[in-house]
């Protein structure tokens, strides 16, 4: 692996620098951004191109119905909570509902964090006022602290060196937990069993059982579970603060090509997918696996705009659509966005968000979702693509592999009071881990159909 420094000459990668890009914070140090920038440059990759390139193939796959792409984590990953124990907790939640999931799909589960780079966050407004004192909003803690102080919320580049370097530290425990035999399948049904032995869960019963069969009928076979002690595990993030994404960004000297290495896949988010923006044009140069948030408003012709932007080689795997449209518009509109894309015949995977679309406000002040909103988008975005003959290839969610109480519903039925005793999200509100293999099941089912 040859990965030349980031200032080499790949045709037009620095061209989104002369376009608006949303959403970025105002540092107010010009001097330390560029020093944290110096040093974010020259520093080792997190991700090669290799393992970007292999994903671009699974998620070609997931793009044909021959896989389903799963990918999940913290809404905002926060510095405080990337230690060994809550980190170990959201891949161990993954690989259970990636279980349940194989089985339901009958096909691979393409597996993939919101993790070890997703802390930037972009915001509905660029201030937060509290009784009256109005300071810069928290952007994620790549960017500033959640704390209410004029301190806490001063744009800091340091942050995107910290970040970084915790980051790295992140992906060195998913790469050890996923190739050290933590992730044995054997030991991960047992974790599913476990979940099985609380009565609210029996409805589930029947799913548990057929896939307790299957492994003991490929025990049986003489299966190799020492070859099944791996798994092949990937990370992603919004790719929002374009002075970070830039910065980790390096030249493949085999290829020519170039390859943010701060994560596997980079997503650019709804509120900063325009056609003529900083990030698509940034990321149209870059040959990662990248996706496309979409929300209600996209037109059509958004989604062709972008095609011919983004993947013009129409490369299999290399761009995913991810729908967010919300459960009481997915079913009107995402129709006609599926089927100008099919009629295009350029390579899209198609996966659904069902948390973005179906954020409310309790009535006691949280901002939170509906369990049944979020599975109702999910039942839409399988029945859209049923009915246009194309292929729903995934999954994204928000998800902690802890026990906090921020989506209302589930078999446990968290409701409006019970909001309070655990929500500790600092933007965005996460299935936990129940509920996350709740919805394993149940998506399990819908695929089933
Ligand atoms: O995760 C998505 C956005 O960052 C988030 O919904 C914005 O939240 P806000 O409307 O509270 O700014
Ligand atoms: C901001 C996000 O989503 P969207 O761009 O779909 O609003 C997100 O996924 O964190």
Known sequence: MTLVAHDAAVDGLDRFRTLVAKQQPTWPDAEALGQAVARLSAAPPLVVPAEADLLTTRLAAAGRGEAFLLQGGDCAETFADAHADRIRNKIRTILQMAVVLTHGASTPVVKMGRMAGQYAKPRSSDEETRDGVTLPAYRGDMVNSHDFSPEARRPDPQKLVEG??????????????????????????????????????????????????????????????????????????????????????????????????????????????????????????????????????????????????????????????????????????????????????SPVTWVTDPMHGNTITSDSGYKTRRFDDVLDEVRGFFEVHRAAGTVPGGLHVELTGDDVTEVLGGSEEIDDAGLALRYETLVDPRLNHQQSLEMAFQVAEMLRA
């Open 164 to 345: 970084y370097e915790i980051s790295a530290a992140t992906l060195n425990v998913l790469r050890a937990f996923t190739t050290g035999g933590s992730a044995d399948l054997r030991r991960v049904h047992e974790w599913n069993r476990g979940f099985m032995r609380n009565p609210a869960y029996s409805r589930y019963e029947r799913t548990a059982d057929e896939i307790d069969r299957a492994i003991r009928f490929m025990d049986a076979c003489g299966a190799d579970f020492d070859a099944l002690r791996t798994v092949e595990m990937y990370v992603s993030h919004e790719a929002l603060l374009l002075d970070y994404e830039r910065a980790l960004t390096r030249v493949d000297a085999r290829s020519g090509k170039a390859y943010d290495t701060s994560g596997h896949f980079l997503w650019i988010g709804e509120r900063t997918r325009d056609i003529d923006g900083a990030h698509v044009e940034f990321l149209s140069h870059v040959s990662n696996p990248i996706g496309v948030k979409l929300g209600p408003t996209t037109s059509p012709g958004d989604a062709i705009a972008l095609i011919e932007k983004l993947n013009p080689a129409g490369r299999p795997g290399r761009l995913t659509f991810i729908t967010r449209m919300g459960s009481g518009r997915i079913r009107e509109a995402l129709p006609p966005l599926v089927a100008a894309v099919r009629d295009h015949g």
